[in-house]
């Protein structure tokens, strides 16, 4: 059974690191890209970035570059999303999102179950 | 980055009736485009890839169709559990771009 499974809830000051993991099980944790989507409150899906749990490599939005950081630790088969200098703005659930095996989609069929990042003095 | 514009931007409709919802690319993404719906407090889930392809397990009410710029999902006869928003997603070009939403509410 294929499963994404994300850290808890998540309470941070202005100025502070959030780091969120997505451990993955039921599949080869190399063999799919994984990718991170933002959602604030009552607003709609925005895309962060992807990385390649093979190789390590990342492709980051523009809008983030320089804030955030995506990992991989291929022992525990999870993947960070780590996101810097927080601001209220940032206030969000954070998704881990996981491409579907047909090459090419970028249609995510399986999704962690989401992390709320609350920024707030 | 590519704009996608979905509209409406909210709908009511009874139950089966048929709902359709356009989502508009400001360029021409050939069928690189999958559609999502997302219930409150959940994640969202698949429905649709590649313009047209219904994800294995999803009901045959729900469809997509379109290529370039102007695509269409269609929910063919509204059930209660179709209540939700939904995301129209293009894939042609990175960054990924997600549509406004349509939320779909039971008049």
């Known amino acids: 059974h294929e499963q994404l499974v994300q850290s808890g809830a998540e309470v941070k000051k202005p100025g502070a690191s959030v780091k969120v993991s997505c451990k993955t099980s039921?599949?080869?944790?190399?063999?799919?890209?994984m990718h991170w989507v933002r959602q604030a409150p009552g607003q709609g899906l925005e895309w962060m970035g992807i990385?390649?749990?093979?190789?390590?490599?990342?492709t980051y939005a523009q809008k983030f570059q320089g804030r955030v950081t995506m990992t991989r630790d291929t022992s525990t088969s999870t993947v960070y999303m780590e996101l810097n200098s927080l601001r209220s703005e940032d206030t969000a659930v954070f998704y881990c999102?996981?491409?579907?095996?047909?090459?090419?989609?970028?249609?995510?069929?399986?999704w962690g179950q989401g992390t709320m990042v609350t920024v707030s003095s | 980055d590519i704009q996608m514009t979905q509209s409406p931007s909210s709908l009511s409709a009874s139950v089966g009736d048929r709902v359709s919802i356009t989502c508009q690319a400001s360029?021409?993404?050939?069928?690189?485009l999958n559609w999502c719906q997302q219930k409150p407090g959940k994640a969202p889930k698949l429905l649709i890839y590649?313009?047209?392809n219904l994800e294995t397990g999803v009901p045959s009410r729900f469809s997509g169709s379109g290529s370039g710029t102007h695509f269409t999902f269609t929910i063919s006869s509204l059930q209660p559990e179709d209540i939700a928003t939904y995301y129209c997603?293009?894939?042609?070009?990175?960054?990924?771009?997600f549509g406004g939403g349509t939320k779909v509410e039971i008049k």
């Open positions: 990385i390649n749990p093979n190789s390590g490599s990342t």
């Open positions: 590649g313009a047209s």
């Open positions: 039921g599949y080869t944790f190399t063999a799919y890209y």
């Open positions: 997603q293009q894939y042609d070009n990175l960054p990924l771009t």
């Open positions: 360029q021409d993404i050939s069928t690189n």
């Open positions: 999102a996981r491409p579907m095996a047909v090459a090419g989609t970028f249609a995510f069929d399986i």
